[in-house]
């Protein structure tokens, strides 16, 4: 079943994509949600039309994510945690906690664009997430897990 994303879809495609999904996935879930619709052919011609309009809008979009993907890549961003014996965390850090700390920095970052290489941390130290800016622009973003202080 070819269908056409109306908004982003993890693992599965950005907005104004054309994707192929099994029939079950594209009837039962996408369409009813209303994140996608069928790709008919007007459908199709409605979208090349957009996506032209589009294309210079995207050009400065793309600008601007790669000014701020720049400022963050000058960042050391360091999250302080309760830690106990080996430096094992009380709780955990999950992007929502990097989401914060990148907020407190001044850059709004949402959430479910940030993902933490191996899940949620569980122990103090240096960690990688991966941080979407534009569906062009995916940067690598090193922070650090320490230990809160007394």
Do not use: C, W
């Not at 990688?128 to 062009?136: G, S």
């Amino acid at each position: 079943m070819e269908l056409i994303l109306k908004e982003d879809v993890q693992n599965l495609g950005f907005k104004d994509d054309l994707v192929k999904v099994k029939n079950g996935y594209g009837r039962n879930y996408l369409i009813p949600k209303g994140v996608a619709m069928l790709a008919t052919p007007s459908a199709k011609k409605v979208l090349a039309e957009n996506l032209r309009q589009k294309a210079h809008k995207e050009k400065e979009l793309v600008g601007i994510a790669n000014k701020t993907a720049d400022a963050l890549k000058e960042l050391q961003i360091k999250i302080s945690a309760k830690v106990g014996a080996a430096e094992k965390l009380f709780g955990s850090i999950s992007n929502m906690d990097v989401a914060d700390a990148l907020a407190k920095e001044g850059h709004e970052i949402d959430k479910k664009y940030i993902i933490i290489k191996g899940g949620t941390i569980k122990r103090a130290g240096p960690y990688e997430a991966q941080i979407r800016l534009h569906r062009d622009v995916v940067i690598e973003f090193p922070f650090e897990v320490v230990p809160e202080k007394k």
